[in-house]
């Protein structure tokens, strides 16, 4: 076993097995959050003979499950597959911003637009993050900024329709025509 005891390593090595044990063990504790949401959500079956506190439940013991792989991932010798982070550039916090917004943009002004607007409209912020993580230039280009919007209305606007024409769910839409 290895020694948990924190050390004095040298900013940017690895984080010593207690921190990755704290990890995994924070993660754990998301889980039983979870559970313990789970355990207020009624789980009366429906004609798929799941109830709606189904899926929480999964989330929940997976979420578990890994907690508890990473605590003994932590004991057994840490993350033996880390690299040393010493020479690692730094977080990107532009993207994430984009990103970020985008998720935020979608939950704030979902019930006004409408859940394909809304969702078209995540899909392109959240698009000119992930290309900018990439490094790749000229992603505020207006025919760029069309495209996304157009690829975002056409991936939501069949979800859209099928949860809301076929399941009968009900998600936020710009008309009550149950179109759009």
């Known amino acids: 076993m290895t020694d948990l005891s924190s050390s004095s390593a040298p900013p940017g090595a690895v984080p010593s ?8 063990a924070a993660v754990f504790l998301v889980a039983v959050g979870m559970a313990w949401g789970a355990l207020g959500i009624p789980g009366n079956a429906g004609y798929g003979g799941v109830g709606p506190n189904f899926l929480p439940w999964v989330c929940a013991a997976v979420l578990g499950l890994c907690g508890v792989l990473l605590v ?3 004991l057994t010798g840490g993350y033996r597959q880390a690299k040393d982070p010493g020479g690692a550039p730094r977080a990107a916090w532009g993207p994430f911003a984009w990103v970020s917004s985008g998720l935020l943009v979608n939950a704030a002004l979902i019930t006004e637009l409408g859940f394909v607007l809304g969702c078209a409209l995540c899909y392109a912020l959240a698009v000119q993050g992930l290309r900018r993580a990439g490094g790749q230039a000229g992603t505020l280009a207006p025919r760029r900024l069309a495209l996304d919007l ?10 859209f329709w099928l949860f809301t024409q076929l399941l009968a769910i009900s998600l936020p839409g710009l008309t009550q025509t149950g179109w759009l």
């Open 17 to 24: 097995p207690l921190w990755q044990a704290g990890v995994g």
């Open 72 to 74: 003994r991932e932590a």
């Open 150 to 159: 157009a690829v975002g209305l056409i991936i939501s606007a069949p979800v």
